[in-house]
């Protein structure tokens, strides 16, 4: 059984309102993969510039449309893991806010009320040029495909596009806010599965910190948070939440 240190155990226990920071990393167990951490990652694998900025879509629509296509995939068909149930089972009976970085629905699948998708949501999508939400069912398909036409919009005929935040482009503002009013407004923030490197996410725990929020890292590796934090347990996603959330709950 994994041990959980006991600062971390004490802030838990008396914290009222819980912030969870998350990255590619707490999905890692599902199965979708990280961006810049594994040997598999996706930036070691992928250049984000062809892909993931405004540029790369107006460059080549096919090819941005069928690289999200695929990530759509591995994301529809991973299942939650241990640590988005832990968090889902403590947020039904203490206020865990989540801000996640992530684009896949797996917080929300395990049961979690997600306050801010601050990169946006992969199951989300919109008209390039209207900006009309396209509701309709877009085509995912059950095996990679590289390039891949994406829907015309119901209202305009333009290109629908993914609902991510891409490289270059602004956070989505009331995300974003909520996200800091729940780092100042916490009695205790876990940052989970993120290298802290992409900004402004990345600036959000010294937020809490510098509001006498205590913060704690929860990753098997050293980050670019590491040295701002008040506790790092190096620990997996999914075996640490785990651990915590019996020692808080089973107490
Ligand atoms: N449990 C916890 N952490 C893990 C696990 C795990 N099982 N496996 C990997 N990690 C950690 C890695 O050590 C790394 O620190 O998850 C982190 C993943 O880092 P990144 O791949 O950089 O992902 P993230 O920090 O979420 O990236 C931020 O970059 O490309 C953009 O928009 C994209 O939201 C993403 C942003």
Redesign the pocket.
């Known amino acids: 059984m994994t041990q959980v240190p006991l600062p971390i155990v004490d802030w838990a226990r008396s914290a009222d309102r819980i912030t969870v920071m998350?990255?590619?990393?707490?999905s890692?167990?599902s199965g979708v993969?990280?961006?810049?951490?594994?040997p598999d990652?996706?930036?070691s694998r992928f250049d984000?510039k062809q892909l993931?900025s405004i540029g790369a879509w107006w460059e080549d629509r096919h090819l941005v449309w069928g690289w999200h296509m695929w990530l759509a995939m591995l994301m529809r068909d991973a299942q939650p893991?241990a640590?988005h149930h832990a968090l889902a089972r403590w947020g039904r009976s203490a206020t865990v806010r989540v801000v996640t970085?992530?684009?896949d629905d797996l917080h929300e699948r395990a049961g979690s009320q997600v306050l801010a998708k601050?990169?946006g949501s992969m199951t989300a999508f919109r008209c390039e040029a209207c900006a009309a939400p396209h509701t309709e069912p877009v085509g995912i398909p059950d095996e990679p495909v590289e390039r891949l036409a994406p829907p015309e919009c119901r209202a305009c005929g333009q290109a629908v596009r993914p609902g991510?935040?891409w490289?270059g482009e602004s956070l989505p503002g009331q995300a974003f806010e909520a996200a800091i009013d729940a780092m100042l407004d916490a009695d205790l923030l876990l940052v989970?599965?993120?290298?802290?490197?992409?900004q402004p996410?990345?600036s959000l725990p010294d937020l809490a910190r510098g509001h006498g929020v205590p913060v704690v890292e929860?990753?098997?590796?050293?980050?670019a948070l590491s040295t701002r934090v008040d506790e790092v347990w190096r620990?997996?996603?999914?075996?640490?939440l785990a651990a915590l959330v019996d020692a808080v709950l089973d107490d």
């Open positions: 998350t990255g590619a990393g707490m890692a167990e993969p990280t961006f810049r951490d594994a990652s996706l930036w984000p993931t893991n640590g970085q992530n684009i601050v990169h991510v935040v490289f989970i599965g993120t290298s802290g490197i992409v996410a990345a929860i990753n098997p590796q050293v980050t620990v997996s996603a999914a075996d640490g």
